[in-house]
């Protein structure tokens, strides 16, 4: 993720996610991206965020870019 900032991820329609390493809870979370860039700033680099621990056990989070399903009107105008 190296170069990416929030700003970036929004542009692109990704979103920011993290998931709970710890094998008996594996939680999985999703960022407000426009609250942390409220918050933060666009040009915050995302390698720049902290290390995390999941607020249900404590256990390492890691943090992912993901992309996010195309909207309905793409879905309705894709052939097929």
């Not at 979103?15 to 860039?37: G, H, K, M, N, P």
Request: aromatic content about 8%.
């Amino acid at each position: 993720m190296t170069g990416w900032t929030l700003g970036a991820v929004k542009a692109r329609k990704f979103a920011l996610e993290a998931y709970c390493q710890s094998e008996d809870c594996r939680r999985f979370y999703v960022f407000d991206l426009d609250r942390l860039i409220a918050s933060v700033g666009a040009g915050f680099a995302v390698s720049d965020i902290p290390q995390m621990t999941c607020a249900a056990c404590g256990g390492p989070m890691v943090i992912r870019l993901a992309t996010t399903p195309p909207e309905e009107e793409d879905e309705a105008s894709s052939p097929g």
